[in-house]
């Protein structure tokens, strides 16, 4: 399925000039405009190229949840999830299983300091970690996908150890 | 006589080896700081006169010029307020030579009947008593900016031998009332236009060698995902939208390739993809996290971060995959690899005593300097030329761009945007202008 949305987006893409096209669940309004000219294509004159705006709307909204916690937190430079948040794992593989038609994002999230990408890979683990735990509870693979925020979404502003603790975390998400 | 003695002070306690923090541009929307550390600096004194006529155009040309060349680090500016001149007239260099100006620059803006602008202007080498060229072209009013940055890379061209980067543009993101935005903009951080407008973070924009496309990271799909956008049309494409995280994109120079990191296999590695879209070629295998590809401007290898040793280092390899070899080694946390186009210059993103500080290795010799004092430094991108590295980092607690000398001695905080601005790269340089004597 996605990867025929993939294809159809990029066939419109390539197709419909100023159409708009759907990207997964969020409205993507593709403005195609007027064509750039390039400086120096007609004598005297100059141009730098336009640059036609796109504008993305608003974000999808999340599917249902159980009750109950949904947010695992992670020691610094750690993917260890500590004991204290396997009963919530637990909690959520029963959920996960119970409808095997659900689907269930695992997003990770690191503090503030460092490089962006960087921090997207190391919560990338952490969301491996959280989606690894929920395997050997007995939930299917193809139920969960591991994805990462890096430090783009904090939790809590603020740059103190409490509120980069807060924001050290995998959150458990239902679509 | 202000300003003259202004000078004298600037070079006084340059002299005596302290800051100093210049303004410069008379306009409001010129206006930016330059700042200057250190001693040995060689900067060519220049006049820039204010152009005839620029009051009544919407651009200070002659602001833009000088605060383009002050930028670059390799110009000081010499006052030149009162010089009532243009393309035209034969100007009393002796004056200007007293003044301690090596080249004079004086021009003129007249509007034209269909609405457009002339812009005219010439150089002289104050010491050599020679006219050095000058040219004029007519442009729109929203291209007169442009029109003062090609005068800017001509005086430069000319008088450093080096082409000039002010004509060229920049990609950043800003964050504001949790809207993100991509912008591209001049080299100077004003005249931004909007790309991309979304409720969610885009991260990673990087420049397509032609400089028509940015490939970038956006999470409006509530996970990371990269596209490349075709900056005049606004028209986007997937490029990789697989299981789990997709993320920074590099192209390779021939613009045919993005190196990217997934995850769809399990952790974060590196892949190739075909930059019209395709099914991506795995380059490198480890259980460790490899991100951040930059292509090598000769696209035989490829930098990345790799934490395979333990902590996040940078490493080279062949760009069709295979073994890697360590290239940073002080310090437990070297990211975010950055190349000069001519190859010879690394800049990187180092930890040191808990702070994030912006680094230069001569690839050569591998000693490494630390250009900063800040300690939030992140993203640096060279200049088309390799004058200059643009980076983010934080000033007063705000995100905020700077430019600096690969020596760290002239650095500039680029304006043109409020609030949190981020995540900049450096575009190529753009098609030649041509110009009418």
């Known amino acids: 399925m996605k990867r025929f949305l993939l294809t159809l987006g990029a066939t419109l893409l390539i197709a419909g000039c100023g159409s708009t096209v759907p990207l997964d669940d969020v409205p993507v309004l593709d403005k195609a405009g007027t064509s750039v000219s390039q400086a120096g294509a007609e004598g005297g004159t100059v141009g730098n190229g336009g640059v036609t705006s796109v504008d993305l709307g608003k974000s999808a909204q999340p599917g249902a949840t159980p009750t109950g916690p949904s947010v695992v937190y992670f020691d610094y430079d750690s993917f260890v999830i500590k004991p204290e948040f396997q009963s919530i794992i637990e909690t959520h593989a029963r959920f996960i299983k119970a409808g095997k038609t659900r689907k269930v994002v695992i997003e990770g999230h690191t503090d503030e300091r460092g490089g962006r990408e960087y921090n997207l890979a190391l919560g990338q683990k952490r969301a491996e970690a959280v989606r690894n735990a929920l395997g050997l509870l007995g939930v299917a693979d193809g139920q969960v996908e591991a994805v990462s925020f890096g430090k783009e979404k904090p939790a809590v502003t603020g740059s103190d150890e409490a509120a980069m603790a807060k924001n050290r975390r995998a959150e458990i998400s239902y679509r | ?437």
């Open chain 2, 1 to 437: 006589m202000t300003f003259h003695l202004f000078d004298r002070l600037r070079d006084t306690l340059r002299f005596l080896g302290l800051s100093v923090l210049l303004i410069s541009g008379v306009s409001a929307q010129a206006q930016f700081r330059v700042e200057v550390a250190g001693v040995g600096l060689t900067q060519l004194p220049i006049a820039v006169a204010s152009f005839r006529g620029q009051d009544a155009a919407p651009q200070k040309i002659a602001a833009i010029v000088q605060a383009d060349l002050e930028r670059s680090g390799q110009f000081r500016a010499v006052d030149a307020a009162g010089a009532a001149l243009d393309e035209l007239a034969r100007p009393e260099l002796t004056g200007w030579r007293q003044k301690g100006a090596d080249s004079l620059v004086a021009g003129s803006v007249s509007r034209l009947a269909d609405g457009r602008y002339d812009v005219r202007f010439r150089l002289w080498d104050v010491v050599r008593g020679q006219d050095l060229g000058g040219h004029s072209f007519a442009v729109t009013p929203s291209d007169l900016r442009l029109s003062a940055h090609r005068i800017a890379d001509f005086i430069y061209e000319k008088l450093t031998g080096d082409k000039g980067v002010f004509s060229t543009r920049i990609a950043y993101v800003t964050k504001a009332a949790s809207r993100y935005q991509l912008w591209v903009a001049d080299a100077d951080g004003e005249n931004a236009q909007s790309a991309l407008s979304s409720p969610e973070p885009i991260i990673s924009p990087a420049w397509s060698p032609d400089g028509g496309r940015l490939a970038y990271v956006s999470f409006e799909s509530r996970k990371p995902v990269v596209y490349t956008h075709d900056v005049g049309s606004g028209r986007r494409r997937l490029i990789a939208n697989f299981r789990g995280s997709n993320s920074a994109p590099a192209w390779s120079p021939d613009g045919r390739t993005l190196a990217v990191t997934l995850s769809r296999d399990g952790g974060s590695q590196l892949y190739a993809i075909d930059s019209g879209g395709g099914e991506p070629r795995r380059l490198a295998q480890s259980s460790s996290i490899d991100t951040e590809p930059v292509y090598t401007p000769d696209g035989k290898y490829i930098y990345f971060v790799s934490d395979r040793g333990g902590a996040p280092q940078i490493y080279k390899m062949s760009s069709s995959g295979g073994s890697a070899e360590r290239v940073t080694f002080t310090g437990s946390y070297n990211i975010s690899p950055a190349l000069s186009p001519d190859g010879r210059w690394l800049a990187y993103i180092s930890r040191v005593s808990g702070a994030f500080k912006l680094q230069v290795m001569e690839l050569a010799g591998g000693s490494v300097t630390g250009i900063t004092e800040t300690s939030a430094d992140e993203r640096p991108s060279f200049a088309p030329n390799g004058r200059l590295i643009i980076y983010a980092t934080q000033l007063q607690g705000r995100e905020a761009l700077m430019t600096t000398t690969l020596d760290g001695k002239v650095k500039a905080r680029l304006n043109g945007q409020n609030g949190d601005i981020r995540e900049p790269d450096w575009g190529p340089f753009q098609k030649q202008l041509i110009l009418k004597e």
